[in-house]
Nanobody, 115 residues
C-alpha cells in the first residue's frame, strides 16, 4: 500500500505561482513513477507532469516552460512548481504513484486561478 498526501492548492491570481507537494508513505520502494494529473469541471483527468525514479521528467505541452516537477528522495516527496498560472490551469490536482502492482492516487487539491 502507498499513501499520498497532497498540499499547496489555493486561489491565486493569473500570472501568479503556487507549489504543490505530494508526500508518499508506505511501500514507497515499489514506486517507479510519480506525477500530477488534473481534472477541470466537465473535463477528463489529464496528465500534467511525471518524474521517474531515475529523475526523468515528462510534461504536458500546455504546462511546458511554466511548471517544474522535482523530487526529494529523502523526504519521499515530489513538488510541482507552477509559475505564470492561467485561468485554464484551474482544476483539482491529483498526485499519482505508479507501482509494480497498481497506481495510487491522492485525494486531490484545488487550484483556482482567478482575478
Amino acid at each position: 500500500q502507498v499513501q499520498l498526501v497532497e498540499s499547496g492548492g489555493a486561489l491565486v491570481q493569473p500570472g501568479g505561482s503556487l507549489r504543490l507537494s505530494c508526500a508518499a508513505s508506505g511501500s514507497i520502494f515499489s514506486i517507479y513513477v510519480m506525477g500530477w494529473y488534473r481534472q477541470a469541471p466537465g473535463k477528463q483527468r489529464e496528465l500534467v507532469a511525471t518524474i521517474s525514479s531515475g529523475g526523468t521528467t515528462n510534461y504536458a505541452d500546455s504546462v511546458k516552460g511554466r511548471f517544474t516537477l522535482s523530487r526529494d528522495n529523502a523526504k519521499n516527496t515530489v513538488y510541482l512548481q507552477m509559475n505564470s498560472l492561467k485561468p485554464e490551469d484551474t482544476a483539482v490536482y491529483y498526485c499519482n504513484a505508479e507501482t509494480t502492482n497498481r497506481p495510487y492516487w491522492g485525494r486531490g487539491t484545488q487550484v483556482t486561478v482567478s482575478s
